[in-house]
């Protein structure tokens, strides 16, 4: 009895001691659960378990750091002052990676941006992610492929890019491809690949937030590393303006897998004004065969030329040249070939 006694002062004491322990920590994001070896990923359709490296805890999905909806500034900031606006964004280690310290994130996330002469975008998306991303728990790097050559855009291939160079940086099981002209304005739409192909930006201010098609998948998209070599990813033939969105969602299709869209309020996005980049008329004839050639191309299909890699202050840069084939020429309605005029981004 009285040994039992004290078990119980001593269950006590030791509870007491976490409760401590957690209210010390309480500043903190990510509450500590137990000690662990694996991870397990908590997201809808969740069963993945991760080996984690350490004995540290699994992050938790915690709502009390999230602030929900957001203020969107789109105010050019230097560059040089980005660090010490946001506490958030003097966490940012070199090459644009962040992940907590005291537990271990559900995913480890690429976040892929294609890119080509939009700095100011890329400034004002950078100072507004990175503090989402770290709310969110995540073990994240920001990749942004930039096109350096002189053929028409190819947003659809940047994407295979970004997801094949991403794997000589780190094991990412989650990938968002991220246009770099939408601004998240809700830091509850969950980064962390919580399904499966996701399509996170159903609700932009450029369609007065409203879901303008039910087969939209343009603009965020987020895939597990698995789903992703499952639709062979993107397709490289798409040069130039329009349908490597409709194609990737006929991708899916085809598949038999579903797209999973948050809910409009929290799938909110800013669109910076731009002006329209030329669409490519031939597109729509490419499309119509879309379906036919998952795989035939797509990850297995994919050449390019990298440049330079680099590590900035808030994000990591590949260079690319994406070696545009003769047979690609043709499918492309773009007259000049040669016009494209080409800047970096800002070189931090
Ligand atoms: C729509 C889609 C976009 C894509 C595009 C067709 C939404 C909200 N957006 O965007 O996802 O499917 O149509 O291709 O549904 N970019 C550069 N430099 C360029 C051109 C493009 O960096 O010269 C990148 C940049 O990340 C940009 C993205 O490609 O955000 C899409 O291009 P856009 O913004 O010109 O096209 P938009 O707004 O019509
Ligand atoms: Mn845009």
Known sequence: MILKKHYKVLLACLLSILVLLALKTGGNVYKRVSSMHSVSFNGENGNVVREGKTRLPCC???????VGPLHVNQEPIAIEK???SDEWLSNVRRGGQWSPND???KAKVAIIIPFRNREKHLMVLLRHLHPVLQRQGLDYRIFVVNQNDTYPFNRAKLFNIGFKESQGYDDYDCFVFHDVDLIPEDDRNDYGCPSGPRHMSPAVSKFSYELISPYLFGGVTSFTKQDYLKVNGYPNKY???GAEDDDMYRRVMVK???VVRPP???GRYTMIQHRDEERNSKAKQLLSKGGKYIDKDGLNTLKYNVQKRENYEFYTEIEVDVAMTKEEKQLTSLKDLQVQKISNPAKR
Not at 60 to 66: A, G, I, M, P, T
């Open 60 to 66: 938790k999905w915690d709502e009390s750091v999230l």
């Open 82 to 84: 980005m660090r010490s």
């Open 103 to 105: 537990c271990n994130s």
């Open 239 to 241: 040069y130039g303006w």
């Open 256 to 258: 038999g897998m579903k």
């Open 264 to 266: 409009l309020v929290v």
